[in-house]
């Protein structure tokens, strides 16, 4: 119960790192998923186990990819700003969901004993693409992790992990929240980059 404790308190210090786009939340991306191995391993939940992994090597690209993203020269080194996601993105997210989730599926029934492969495998897609889309600075990232929360929340509850069933309720709300105010950011830069301009 602890480490759900001490994962629910990183897990908030997370969220307002994301809000407020500071590259800060990329640490955050690396200390959670330690913490977060152990407690989906010890309830089955193999799949989020997994994709804690790729959270890890994600976390390195991210924090990459904010702080040292390319000027319009492409040489000249400048922090990534806030974007929307292309309809081609959304295209090859939706495509790479699908599969992942059939893929995940598939592993879940075959080869563990998972109760609910269904859900994890589906949060566990939606998850590996929401976070690349979040490593991009796609504003549309919220988005994503809006409908992963809402799962994972009545997952959580399910599995009897509480303080993750409140933690991923709380992000539901800070997801809607935190789509806005990317896109409030997102203007911001643009209007600064016309002045600067």
């Not at 992994?53 to 990819?65: D, E, P």
């Not at 939606?126 to 600075?137: H, Q």
């Not at 988005?143 to 933690?167: A, E, M, N, R």
Request: with cysteine; glycine share 6%.
């Amino acid at each position: 119960m602890w480490l759900q404790a001490l994962g629910f308190v990183i897990g908030i210090i997370y969220l307002w790192w994301e809000y407020h786009a500071d590259w800060k939340v990329w640490i955050a991306s690396v200390v959670m998923p330690c913490i977060s191995m152990v407690i989906y391993f010890t309830n089955g939940l193999y799949a989020d186990f997994a994709i804690n992994i790729y959270y890890l090597l994600i976390a390195v690209y991210g924090y990459y990819s904010w702080t040292r993203g390319k000027g319009k020269d492409k040489k000249e080194e400048k922090p990534l700003l806030i974007t929307h996601a292309s309809i081609k993105t959304w295209v090859g997210a939706t495509v790479a969901t699908a599969i992942l989730w059939y893929v995940i599926w598939l592993i879940l029934v075959e080869f563990t004993d998972s109760n609910v492969p269904v859900a994890d495998a589906f949060t566990t897609a939606l998850s590996i693409v929401g976070l690349w889309m979040m490593a991009k600075k796609y504003a549309e990232q919220w988005l994503i992790w809006f409908v992963v929360d809402i799962v994972c929340s009545v997952l959580y509850f399910y599995k009897q992990i509480p303080f993750y069933g409140v933690l991923y309720g709380v992000y539901t709300v800070i997801s809607l929240f935190g789509y806005r105010k990317w896109i409030r950011i997102m203007h911001e830069n643009k209007t600064e980059t016309v002045k600067q301009g």
